[in-house]
């Protein structure tokens, strides 16, 4: 199972938007509305910001949403603030019973 | 609130054994997944297995099919890790989360493993 196709930097200004893509292939994002992203600060754990392509869990900002086409999931975040500076993560469900993660993005501020 | 606390870093010699553990608190529900993540330095996360805390039931991802061991304690609500002959190559960090509903939540705190001479 390859690794989910994420882009390695996305940078942008202090209230602007940006986009993260994530592509996969017909046997995983393709497959499944069971997309998730994680965002994950320098030494620290994971956390969940996104789960089924657009669903916050509670105490999750609303300026992080997600969207999916095809092969490839996105996540936006919109009014880009210092406090995004971060690795986010897409993680997937795959037709082999299991779980593939993006590489990874770094976002900087 | 459910919390995920996993044993403190290793550090070990190439050929050691090692078994690092994950407990679960703050829910008596049993009928969930634990799964467990590598982060090597500086790369990504990679999703390794999962197992269920209940019928113990274990899925692998398959480059560490038969590299490790994901076992669970139901009685003390423990998830372990384990390798039987480490190597360099698996020096990184180690995360347990819960997996339910096709998502990873909460996290561990993570355990570093280090394999060095």
């Known amino acids: 199972q390859s690794a989910l196709t994420q882009p390695a930097s996305v940078s942008g200004s202090p209230g602007q938007s940006i986009t993260i893509s994530c592509t996969g292939t017909?046997?995983?994002?393709?497959?499944?509305?069971?997309v998730s992203w994680y965002q994950q600060y320098p030494g620290k754990g994971p956390k969940l910001i996104l789960s089924?392509?657009?669903e916050r869990p509670s105490g999750v900002f609303s300026r992080f949403s997600g969207s999916k086409s095809g092969n490839t999931a996105s996540l936006t975040i919109s009014g880009l603030q210092a406090d995004d500076e971060a690795d986010y993560y897409c993680?997937?469900?795959?037709?082999?019973?299991?779980?593939?993660f993006g590489g990874g993005t770094k976002v900087t501020v | 609130e459910v919390q995920l606390v996993q044993s403190g870093a290793e550090m070990k010699k190439p050929g050691d054994s090692l078994r690092i553990s994950c407990k679960t608190s703050?829910?008596?529900?049993?009928?969930?997944?634990i799964g467990w993540v590598r982060q090597r330095p500086g790369e990504g996360l990679e999703w390794m297995g999962l197992?269920?805390?209940?019928?113990?039931?274990?899925r692998y991802s398959p480059p560490f099919q038969g590299q490790v061991t994901i076992s669970v304690d139901k009685s003390k609500n423990t998830s372990y890790l384990q390798w039987s002959s480490l190597q360099a190559s698996d020096t990184a960090v180690y995360y347990c989360?819960?997996?339910?509903?096709?998502?990873?939540?909460?996290w561990g705190q993570g355990t570093l493993v280090t394999v060095s001479t």
């Open positions: 989360a819960r997996q339910y509903n096709y998502k990873a939540e909460p």
């Open positions: 703050g829910s008596s529900f049993t009928n969930y997944w």
């Open positions: 197992i269920h805390q209940s019928d113990f039931d274990v």
């Open positions: 017909s046997t995983d994002v393709g497959l499944y509305n069971y």
């Open positions: 089924d392509v657009n």
């Open positions: 993680c997937s469900y795959t037709i082999s019973d299991s779980w593939v």
